[in-house]
C-alpha cells in the first residue's frame, strides 16, 4: 500500500535561517496529490500546499515544495524561517485507488529558536 | 470560504460510557467525509470514510459497532464512540471534501478531544 516516510521528528532552527523538511513516499499510482499539512498547538491541521504536478514548484506563505517523482519526493522549504512557523508539519499523499483518504506521514515538529 | 465546524470542542467521559461528536460542513458541500483519530503521540488513523449515498467504509482495527456513523446530508456528519475506554482518548477530527476522489482538498475541523476516566 501508499505510504509517506518523514524521517526527522525533530527540526530546531535559529530564525532567519533556511530549513528543509523531508518527504518521500512510496505508490503504485501515477496519478496522486501531495499536501503537507500544518498543525499548530492545540489546533486541527491546516493546508499548506498541495500538489500533483511533477518537477512544479508550489509556494504559500513562504513556504514551498516541489514534487519529484524521479526521487519520489515532495520536501518543503523556505529560506528564512519565523518565530511563528513552529508547528507539527505532515506530509500526505491521496491517491485514486478506490477511496481517497490522506496517507500521513508521521510528522516533523518544527521549533524556531530566536 | 469554506469552513468545518465540530462540537464539542472537548469533552471528558468515563470509562465504559459512549459519546458522541458532530461534524458540520459551511460554505461547500461534503459529499465525503473522512474521520480520523490523532493519538496523544500525534500520529493520524484513519477511522472511516462516508460518501453521501454510499456505504461507510470502515479502516482496518474500527468497526461500525464501535464507531457508528451517520452522514444524512452534505452539511453534517456524526460519529459516536461506544464504550470508550482508555485507548479510545484523543483528538477526533473530521475532515470534509467536496467530493472528487483525491482531486479536492480535505478540509479539517478543529477537533474534538476525548478524554476517558
Known amino acids: 500500500g501508499d505510504s509517506v516516510t518523514q524521517t526527522e521528528g525533530l527540526v530546531t532552527v535559529t530564525e532567519g535561517l533556511p530549513v528543509m523538511l523531508n518527504c518521500t513516499y512510496q505508490t503504485a499510482y501515477s496519478d496522486v496529490a501531495f499536501f503537507w499539512y500544518v498543525q499548530y498547538l492545540n489546533e486541527a491541521p491546516k493546508l499548506l500546499l498541495r500538489s500533483s504536478t511533477d518537477n512544479k514548484r508550489t509556494e504559500h506563505q513562504g513556504f514551498h515544495a516541489t514534487l519529484h517523482k524521479s526521487s519520489s519526493s515532495f520536501h518543503l522549504q523556505k529560506s528564512s524561517v519565523q518565530l511563528s512557523d513552529s508547528a507539527l508539519y505532515y506530509c500526505?499523499?491521496?491517491?485514486?485507488?478506490?477511496?481517497?483518504?490522506?496517507?500521513f506521514g508521521s510528522g516533523t515538529q518544527l521549533t524556531v529558536m530566536p | 470560504g469554506a469552513l468545518v465546524y465540530q462540537y464539542p470542542r472537548r469533552t471528558i467521559c468515563k470509562s465504559g460510557t459512549s459519546m458522541r461528536m458532530e461534524c458540520q460542513a459551511v460554505g461547500f458541500q461534503a459529499t465525503s467525509v473522512a474521520w480520523y483519530r490523532q493519538s496523544p503521540q500525534k500520529t493520524f488513523e484513519l477511522i472511516a470514510l462516508?460518501?453521501?449515498?454510499?456505504?461507510?467504509?470502515?479502516e482496518q482495527n474500527f468497526t461500525q459497532e464501535k464507531f457508528p456513523i451517520s452522514h444524512p446530508n452534505l452539511s453534517f456528519s456524526s460519529m459516536t464512540v461506544l464504550n470508550a475506554y482508555l485507548e479510545d482518548r484523543g483528538l477526533y477530527l473530521c475532515?470534509?471534501?467536496?467530493?472528487?476522489?483525491?482531486?479536492?482538498?480535505?478540509?479539517f475541523g478543529p477537533g474534538t478531544r476525548l478524554l476517558v476516566l
Open positions: 475532515g470534509a471534501s467536496p467530493g472528487l476522489p483525491y482531486q479536492d482538498t480535505q478540509y
Open positions: 500526505a499523499l491521496s491517491d485514486p485507488g478506490g477511496s481517497w483518504q490522506l496517507i
Open positions: 462516508s460518501t453521501v449515498n454510499s456505504a461507510i467504509k470502515y
